[in-house]
């Protein structure tokens, strides 16, 4: 019998709500995170509406946004999971793996000297401020609060190790733990990019438990870069309505505590899913537009479903990208059509949080344990008059109890980035 990965923790932290059952509430209820921009004066732009996470975050240190938001989702799935630092000590055996996914990185520690006079544009004190979030941040921010919380919050960060080679973490006396801390670029797929990452690796025997998910806070280069390519919407995110007329920018973290099914057992914890399946592709059409037949997507969803043993009659839903621009929509309900030839139940919770670009998908996979758990889909919110032609069944109006087994969480992002997994419940 196959060890399969399962879920022993979560934890979000999104616009619409920190911790499952705040996020849930929301989904549920249709409240939307949008709202002015802060942080950002948006005086003399175009758009003014964004969803950030408003909620105080109780973590402190030098870092940046998206570590912040990493490390309290962290924070919750560990907690969950029933895991602390003395878990990964070196008096145990569990070999640690931290792989999250991102977009953007860490981007505040150049924006805020943009504005800067020419000559404090790098100071010394810049230049080290700009090395605290240089790739890989995120990840070695994440494990070092996972494996000694007794840890200076600035200086120097520990050395990464690499996915070639594994390294011992020497975090403080007495705490190592092989294993691998990256973060995954995968524009808005980086999420499921990082689950799918983590499933691998534990399937071959790389890690005992891995932490794998998404964060990015609210960067004003995304904000400003997608108002100029005019795919921000005005005021209200309409996924796969006539009207759509584009995304809102927004930020968070999702996390996830993954293990071996025979570990999980082994320590008594309580298993909340599985991860059953993955499919990533990078189509490499167009810097920004997806094949305009979905052709990256369409192998990524048929890849996740061939590894996770399944037909496309045997899923019960599919979470969808569905960002509320007009190219995006068409190509992914024309996708579902093609994988799903018998129909499916489909909808986009980023009427609610907004893109939260790389924490995207990881968001979304909380969504989807949370409506196997439930037994209950999310409609997409805001949505009147779906786009046509569209065979699937587009879930929208109110939530919609369901038999839920099997569901699917797709995303896709710039660059052909696609990744779809497939998640079972317990």
């Given at each position: 019998?196959?060890?399969?990965?399962?879920?022993?923790?979560?934890?979000?932290?999104?616009?619409?709500?920190?911790?499952?059952?705040?996020?849930?509430?929301?989904?549920?209820?249709?409240?939307?995170?949008?709202?002015?921009?802060?942080?950002?004066?948006?005086?003399?732009?175009?758009?003014?509406?964004?969803?950030?996470?408003?909620?105080?975050?109780?973590?402190?240190?030098?870092?940046?946004?998206?570590?912040?938001?990493?490390?309290?989702?962290?924070?919750?799935?560990?907690?969950?999971?029933?895991?602390?630092?003395?878990?990964?000590?070196?008096?145990?055996?569990?070999?640690?793996?931290?792989?999250?996914?991102?977009?953007?990185?860490?981007?505040?520690?150049?924006?805020?000297?943009?504005?800067?006079?020419?000559?404090?544009?790098?100071?010394?004190?810049?230049?080290?401020?700009?090395?605290?979030?240089?790739?890989?941040?995120?990840?070695?921010?994440?494990?070092?609060?996972?494996?000694?919380?007794?840890?200076?919050?600035?200086?120097?960060?520990?050395?990464?190790?690499?996915?070639?080679?594994?390294?011992?973490?020497?975090?403080?006396?007495?705490?190592?733990?092989?294993?691998?801390?990256?973060?995954?670029?995968?524009?808005?797929?980086?999420?499921?990019?990082?689950?799918?990452?983590?499933?691998?690796?534990?399937?071959?025997?790389?890690?005992?438990?891995?932490?794998?998910?998404?964060?990015?806070?609210?960067?004003?280069?995304?904000?400003?870069?997608?108002?100029?390519?005019?795919?921000?919407?005005?005021?209200?995110?309409?996924?796969?309505?006539?009207?759509?007329?584009?995304?809102?920018?927004?930020?968070?973290?999702?996390?996830?505590?993954?293990?071996?099914?025979?570990?999980?057992?082994?320590?008594?914890?309580?298993?909340?899913?599985?991860?059953?399946?993955?499919?990533?592709?990078?189509?490499?059409?167009?810097?920004?537009?997806?094949?305009?037949?979905?052709?990256?997507?369409?192998?990524?969803?048929?890849?996740?479903?061939?590894?996770?043993?399944?037909?496309?009659?045997?899923?019960?839903?599919?979470?969808?990208?569905?960002?509320?621009?007009?190219?995006?929509?068409a190509i992914e309900v024309a996708v579902l059509d093609r994988c799903f030839t018998q129909g499916v139940a489909f909808s986009s919770i980023k009427a609610l949080t907004g893109h939260t670009m790389g924490a995207a998908a990881a968001i979304e996979a909380v969504a989807c344990l949370l409506s196997l758990e439930h037994q209950m889909l999310i409609?997409?919110?805001?949505?009147?008059?779906?786009?046509?032609?569209?065979?699937?069944?587009?879930?929208?109006?109110?939530?919609?109890?369901?038999?839920?087994?099997?569901?699917?969480?797709?995303?896709?992002g710039f660059g052909g980035y696609n990744s779809s997994i497939v998640i079972a419940a317990a």
């Open positions: 019998m196959a060890d399969d990965v399962v879920i022993t923790g979560v934890g979000v932290v999104s616009p619409v709500g920190c911790g499952e059952a705040a996020f849930w509430d929301a989904l549920r209820n249709g409240r939307s995170a949008a709202g002015s921009v802060e942080g950002l004066d948006t005086s003399e732009l175009s758009r003014t509406i964004a969803c950030q996470v408003r909620t105080p975050l109780d973590v402190t240190g030098v870092m940046g946004r998206a570590a912040k938001l990493a490390v309290a989702a962290t924070r919750q799935a560990t907690r969950q999971a029933g895991l602390s630092s003395a878990d990964f000590g070196a008096s145990h055996d569990a070999r640690l793996s931290v792989l999250i996914g991102t977009t953007m990185g860490e981007t505040e520690f150049i924006e805020e000297r943009l504005t800067q006079p020419d000559e404090h544009w790098l100071t010394d004190e810049h230049a080290r401020r700009i090395a605290i979030g240089k790739p890989g941040s995120i990840a070695r921010r994440v494990r070092t609060d996972l494996l000694a919380t007794d840890l200076p919050t600035s200086g120097p960060l520990p050395a990464a190790a690499s996915p070639q080679r594994p390294a011992v973490s020497n975090l403080s006396a007495g705490r190592e733990s092989p294993g691998c801390s990256i973060d995954l670029y995968g524009a808005c797929a980086a999420g499921n990019l990082a689950l799918a990452s983590a499933r691998r690796q534990l399937l071959d025997g790389r890690c005992d438990v891995a932490i794998a998910g998404g964060a990015d806070g609210f960067s004003h280069l995304a904000f400003i870069g997608f108002m100029r390519l005019r795919a921000m919407s005005s005021g209200v995110c309409r996924p796969f309505d006539e009207q759509r007329d584009g995304l809102l920018v927004g930020e968070g973290a999702a996390i996830f505590v993954l293990e071996r099914e025979s570990t999980a057992r082994a320590r008594g914890a309580t298993i909340r899913g599985y991860i059953l399946g993955a499919g990533v592709t990078c189509e490499s059409y167009h810097p920004t537009r997806p094949h305009p037949e979905g052709d990256g997507l369409t192998r990524a969803t048929q890849a996740a479903l061939a590894d996770a043993n399944l037909s496309a009659t045997d899923i019960d839903y599919v979470c969808a990208h569905g960002t509320g621009t007009p190219q995006n929509d409609p997409t919110w805001h949505l009147d008059n779906v786009l046509q032609p569209c065979s699937s069944d587009a879930v929208r109006g109110s939530v919609r109890s369901a038999d839920l087994r099997y569901v699917v969480n797709n995303s896709a």
